[in-house]
């Protein structure tokens, strides 16, 4: 089913967040319906670095290639600013389609660009953004590829400039509507009854971040569409990667740690390894 089918349809979509290939196939056989690459997972797990504009658009690109030759989940991408003006963000869109993205995020931030739940974040014009919006659409190759418009104004403007901008990204051809950070669920109950009905809408659960953590049950009695749970993954992996790392390094070994990990077979069955053997050999490899 397309991204759009599933936005439409009568269930909030949730999408979980993943940062290469391997989350994004556990996504997958967990029953995921769909995925969401997030920046910020690429910038930690890929950098050790946070969030605040290191990540290029060809390292991204190139995740989003790799990801898609693995699993074939639709996938929502974050495009941070589109890396540059209107004209970046046309190419930055031709070349996320190309690679196998099936929605792409952009926000309203200046270069460079951070976390939405850190501090000290900065804002390019209304008009400009709808102008990227704008040159996004022009740019795709089809109509089901769709464009997330995210402000992150309400940190920086207030929170009703946070929704006069989204009501210039909506009149743009925003195709979902992403405001982020709301700081209570008055805000979030604000978005939904201004926008529901005219246009579906995204919300963020980070956990520790400035939003607090809503399920999926009740953002869909609000009347949201989408929800993400972006770097939850990495979180999880880091604490457990430290958790395995001190084991080791204090006992000399990992077998205290065995009933928390895969053992060599049992990585190589989630990765698919015999099948891939088995195929290589129908091709005499």
């Given at each position: 089913m397309t991204l759009k089918a599933l936005l439409n349809g009568p269930d909030i979509l949730l999408a979980p967040g993943v940062c290469d290939a391997l989350t994004a196939l556990i996504a997958e056989q967990s029953q995921a319906k769909s995925i969401y690459l997030s920046g910020a997972g690429i910038a930690y797990t890929r950098f050790g670095r946070p969030d605040i504009g290191l990540v290029s658009m060809a390292e991204v690109a190139d995740t989003i290639a790799l990801i898609r030759d693995r699993v074939s989940l639709p996938l929502i991408v974050d495009a941070d600013n589109g890396f540059g003006?209107?004209?970046?963000?046309?190419?930055?869109?031709?070349?996320?389609?190309?690679?196998?993205?099936?929605?792409?995020?952009?926000?309203?931030?200046?270069?460079?660009?951070?976390?939405?739940?850190?501090?000290?974040?900065?804002?390019?014009?209304?008009?400009?953004?709808?102008?990227?919006?704008?040159?996004?659409?022009?740019?795709?190759?089809?109509?089901?590829?769709?464009?997330?418009?995210?402000?992150?104004?309400?940190a920086v403007e207030g929170f009703d400039a946070a929704l006069d901008r989204a009501e210039q990204y909506v009149d743009a051809g925003a195709d979902v509507l992403f405001i982020e950070a709301p700081q209570d669920r008055t805000?979030?109950?604000?978005?939904?009854?201004?926008?529901?009905?005219?246009?579906?809408?995204?919300?963020?659960?980070?956990?520790?971040?400035?939003?607090?953590?809503?399920?999926?049950?009740?953002?869909?009695?609000?009347?949201?569409?989408?929800?993400?749970?972006?770097?939850?993954?990495?979180?999880?992996?880091?604490?457990?990667?430290?958790?395995?790392?001190?084991?080791?390094?204090?006992?000399?070994?990992?077998?205290?740690?065995?009933?928390?990990?895969?053992?060599?077979?049992?990585?190589?069955?989630?990765?698919?390894?015999?099948?891939?053997?088995?195929?290589?050999?129908?091709?005499g490899d």
């Open positions: 003006n209107a004209l970046n963000v046309q190419r930055t869109m031709r070349v996320f389609e190309r690679a196998g993205a099936n929605a792409l995020q952009l926000e309203d931030q200046t270069m460079p660009k951070r976390c939405g739940h850190l501090d000290g974040k900065t804002l390019i014009p209304a008009a400009e953004m709808a102008g990227k919006v704008r040159a996004a659409a022009d740019a795709r190759a089809s109509d089901e590829t769709l464009i997330i418009a995210r402000t992150d104004a309400i805000q979030l109950e604000a978005i939904a009854t201004r926008f529901v009905g005219r246009i579906p809408l995204m919300a963020n659960m980070v956990e520790g971040g400035k939003t607090p953590i809503h399920g999926t049950e009740d953002l869909q009695t609000l009347g949201f569409s989408l929800v993400i749970f972006p770097g939850g993954v990495v979180r999880a992996l880091a604490k457990t990667a430290g958790d395995y790392y001190r084991g080791l390094v204090s006992t000399g070994s990992n077998e205290g740690f065995k009933d928390r990990m895969f053992d060599f077979s049992g990585l190589n069955e989630v990765i698919g390894t015999d099948a891939m053997l088995k195929q290589g050999n129908s091709y």
